[in-house]
């Protein structure tokens, strides 16, 4: 079922996972070689070749996501978390997309990409609304280990999976790779998922079925207010559609929600939150240690804005 999902970052050729060793068939390249992708302990698989790093250690730092497995572990940005669920859970249905229909009809299954799954927050939730394949990928190595290794205590990964377990839980492939340069067969997943992460319309048109959908998270305006204003004297808001235009060619907005959550905070939660995002190295370490030091004494709170947008592939006539 899965020999033609994946292609070799190297050379394009078919890839062919398998529990120690994953190897490209070698069909595609002059030399016919067959390239191999070991299988870490962990249970993940790096398919990001040397040249395809911008730098040593590309995408978000160990510190960043140990600050981000605390914050997002207490609960503040459940409510996002539940929307996009309910969401991709109503797209799948009314489009008679669940496991069942489709294993009925053609026998395909349902292959889902977060793209830019960080530590796996909102990965491990989306694996439990019905699809059989979670294709979850960054390009930060130590979020994807530490996805991995969440989805090996609960028996998730892909080749933990067992054919009676059908249904209950996606079978997870955690994949450290590039979101520019993604190792898939073209039009290969049924939805794909961008939490936060950078949107690339020509990429994601490539890998997404006819008709597949497109979910997008994105901070809305007003996002972490009060946060801001302490840390910046000129703060700019969140464009937050500026990207849609730049879908337009190839998809087609359906719906937009919007979520909010207010937020009380004390010192360590508001040092992690500051650490998961971008104002870590931003805002001068003066405001930051400021605004911490009148955190401890007084109580801190701002509201987490966000907005969700649900597209679909525009159908080629």
């Given at each position: 079922?899965?020999?033609s999902l994946f292609i070799c970052p190297l050379c394009q050729s078919p890839l062919q996972p398998a529990l120690d060793t994953w190897r490209c068939d070698g069909s595609l390249n002059l030399k016919h070689t067959n390239?191999?992708?070991?299988?870490?302990?962990?249970?993940?698989v790096n398919l990001l070749?040397?040249?395809?790093?911008?730098?040593?250690?590309?995408?978000?730092?160990?510190?960043?996501?140990?600050?981000?497995?605390?914050?997002?572990?207490?609960g503040?940005?459940?409510?996002?978390?539940a929307l996009i669920c309910q969401k991709m859970t109503e797209l799948l249905a009314q489009n008679a997309l669940g496991a069942e229909s489709i294993a009925k009809s053609n026998n395909k299954p349902i292959t889902w990409l977060d793209?830019?799954?960080?530590?796996g927050y909102y990965t491990q939730a989306i694996a439990k609304i019905g699809m059989d394949i979670l294709l979850a990928a960054d390009i930060s190595k130590p979020a994807v280990v530490e996805l991995a290794k969440a989805s090996k205590a609960a028996g998730s990964l892909w080749y933990q999976q067992d054919k009676d377990d059908c249904g209950k839980m996606a079978a997870i492939y955690p994949l450290v790779t590039s979101a520019a340069n993604l190792p898939l067969r073209a039009h290969s997943v049924t939805g794909i998922s961008s939490i936060f992460s950078p949107i690339l319309p020509e990429a994601f048109n490539q890998v997404l079925s006819d008709e597949g959908y497109l979910i997008i998270a994105k901070p809305d305006i007003g996002h972490l207010a009060?946060?801001?204003?302490?840390l910046f004297d000129d703060v700019r808001e969140h464009d937050s559609d500026k990207f849609l235009h730049e879908l337009a060619p190839y998809f087609a907005l359906m719906n937009t929600y919007h979520v909010s959550t207010e937020m009380t905070l004390a010192v360590d939660d508001l040092a992690d939150l500051m650490t998961m995002t971008p104002y870590?190295?931003?805002a001068h370490s003066e405001k930051r240690q400021a605004l911490l030091a009148k955190v401890v004494t007084e109580t801190f709170i701002t509201e987490?804005?966000?907005?969700?947008?649900v597209l679909q592939k525009i159908a080629v006539a």
């Open positions: 079922m899965l020999v390239h191999p992708f070991d299988v870490a302990r962990q249970g993940y070749p040397v040249q395809q790093k911008k730098s040593k250690a590309p995408g978000d730092s160990q510190m960043s996501i140990e600050a981000r497995k605390r914050f997002l572990n207490a503040y940005y459940q409510p996002l978390q793209i830019g799954c960080g530590e009060t946060m801001r204003d302490a870590a190295y931003r987490a804005k966000f907005v969700v947008y």
